[in-house]
């Protein structure tokens, strides 16, 4: 069968500050999606958050970009965030930058991944969720798992993946698409996708039959509302097994915790550190920045799952190098490479100690 896959979330209020998610609002949540489901508008559900951000897993039959999926999302963000109100929560309703839903969520503020496909005789699927960083974040973690052998072994020996994927990568800034196809693109491609803050990879395919393997979101809520007012916290949705890199493929870039752009008002680097679902509670100079991964089987559309694939041991190293990277970092203060260049500062002052001091420059 034919199912579309969607990841919708939002930043409808933090508790405490920044640090998590109230349990009422993924009541909330669940609430509308069971009436959702019984209305048979979508086929199955399952709420998730990582950190402050509510994330809506649904799987249906209408399509990606559906007026009436999106619109479903919006409405649970606008009851989640009144009851967040209530609550006298951090940030209510940061994520929502419009005051009414408009036909696409896209735009709005929350963030989206959906992918369209015929569901295999097994479908594995797993959802990558980050907090306290950017759409970018997941450039590094895609290129390794459908474009370095060095870590997909099956690039190189699984005869349905040594045809290679096709990247399709956004320039954020002038909101135009460019493809490469690996291995023969893979030095042009790198030169843009290393600035994770301007080229994003948005989805990726397998070369040979025009597959979905991968789509993230890429919404900048800085693009959206004309000024910085956050860091984006990124969906990816990643196909796994028979054609697609093994499960294990896909998880194992998260083992190196790379450096991303977030944390403390969005405004500085840190490491990403993979976490199970219950230590997804950035609360150390509010990070540093989080992912978790919930891996599910799809049955005729049914969510069996999920599975919290970062709680293992075996990432146990990362996070004790993410924890070390950190300390290093922190002793930076208010200096860069902690603290981000200037262009992508977000709660800064820059603009208002430039005009008071701009009597005091001196020409040379």
């Known amino acids: 069968m034919k199912v579309t896959l969607s990841v919708i979330k939002a930043d409808i209020g933090g508790y405490v500050g920044h640090s998590g998610m109230h349990p009422r609002l993924m009541e909330v949540a669940e609430e509308e999606l069971k009436k959702a489901q019984d209305n048979g508008k979508?086929?199955?559900?399952?709420?998730?958050?990582?950190?402050?951000?509510?994330?809506?897993?649904?799987?249906?039959?209408?399509g990606v970009d559906s007026e009436e999926i999106h619109g479903l999302a919006w409405n649970i963000f606008e009851k989640c965030t009144e009851e967040a109100k209530k609550l006298k929560l951090y940030g209510a309703g940061q994520d929502l930058l419009q005051d009414a839903f408009s036909g696409n969520i896209k735009g709005l503020g929350p963030g989206v991944a959906e992918m369209e496909f015929e569901e295999r005789p097994s479908e594995p699927i797993i959802i990558f969720m980050a907090d306290k960083t950017s759409p970018g974040a997941w450039n590094l973690p895609l290129y390794r798992i459908f474009g370095d052998p060095f870590n997909t072994a099956g690039l190189v020996i699984d005869p349905k993946m040594h045809g290679g994927f096709k990247f399709s990568v956004l320039d954020v800034y002038e909101n135009r698409l460019v493809e490469f196809n690996l291995p023969e693109d893979t030095y042009d491609m790198l030169v843009l996708i290393g600035a994770m803050e301007h080229y994003i990879i948005k989805e990726v395919y397998r070369r040979d039959n025009g597959e979905i393997a991968?789509?993230?979101?890429?919404?900048?809520?800085?693009?959206?509302?004309?000024?910085?007012?956050?860091?984006?916290?990124?969906?990816?949705?990643?196909?796994?097994?028979?054609?697609?890199?093994?499960?294990?493929?896909?998880?194992?870039?998260?083992?190196?915790?790379?450096?991303?752009?977030?944390?403390?008002?969005?405004?500085?680097?840190?490491?990403?550190?993979?976490?199970?679902?219950?230590?997804?509670?950035?609360?150390?100079?509010?990070?540093?920045?989080?992912?978790?991964?919930?891996?599910?089987q799809l049955a005729e559309g049914k969510l069996i799952g999920p599975r919290d694939m970062f709680d293992d041991p075996s990432f146990d190293e990362a996070r004790k190098t993410a924890n070390v990277i950190s300390d290093y970092l922190r002793r930076h203060g208010p200096f860069e490479p902690h603290r981000l260049h200037l262009k992508e500062m977000e709660y800064t002052t820059l603009p208002e100690v430039l005009e008071k001091l701009k009597n005091r420059f001196k020409e040379l």
């Open 42 to 62: 979508i086929i199955d559900f399952h709420v998730l958050r990582v950190g402050d951000d509510l994330q809506l897993v649904m799987t249906h039959q209408k």
């Open 214 to 296: 991968a789509v993230s979101s890429t919404q900048k809520l800085s693009m959206m509302a004309g000024r910085y007012i956050g860091k984006d916290d990124p969906v990816l949705i990643v196909r796994a097994q028979s054609g697609f890199p093994a499960v294990g493929e896909i998880l194992e870039p998260f083992a190196f915790p790379h450096l991303v752009s977030g944390w403390m008002r969005g405004s500085h680097t840190g490491p990403m550190m993979p976490v199970a679902f219950h230590e997804a509670n950035p609360a150390r100079f509010d990070g540093p920045p989080r992912v978790i991964a919930a891996g599910f």
